[in-house]
Nanobody, 126 residues
């Protein structure tokens, strides 16, 4: 059974930093894409960043480019999201998503992901 478990959320002030972790288990993700999405109250879940597990290529939404960094630790089967220069508009529940094995262009849509974690709350106070 595939499990994605997020951790690392919390409350920070504007300009602060957090590092989110997503520990994956239950299958190999060596040919998968893994991503972070977020969902603010009253809004739809939106793409933040994605990493190709095998090539380590990364892609970011423009709203976080230059502030957030996605990475992975193959030995720990864990994906990270380092978030710097946080803003109040970054406040949301952050979800980790993973695809089954696939090749080609990175997926940016919610429906393209097969597995999801339970989410971790990030709150940025002004």
């Amino acid at each position: 059974q595939v499990q994605l478990v997020e951790s690392g959320g919390g409350l920070v002030h504007t300009g602060g930093s957090l590092r989110l972790s997503c520990a994956a288990s239950g299958r190999t993700f060596s040919r998968s894409f893994m991503a972070w999405f977020r969902q603010a109250p009253g809004k739809e879940r939106e793409f933040v960043a994605v990493i190709n597990w095998s090539t380590v290529s990364t892609y970011y939404d423009d709203s976080v480019k230059g502030r957030f960094t996605i990475s992975r630790d193959d030995a720990k089967n864990t994906v990270y999201l380092q978030m710097n220069s946080l803003k109040p508009e970054d406040t949301a529940v952050y979800y980790c998503g993973a695809t089954r094995s696939r090749v080609g262009a990175p997926p940016f849509a919610v429906y393209e992901y097969d597995y999801w974690g339970q989410g971790t709350q990030v709150t940025v106070s002004s």
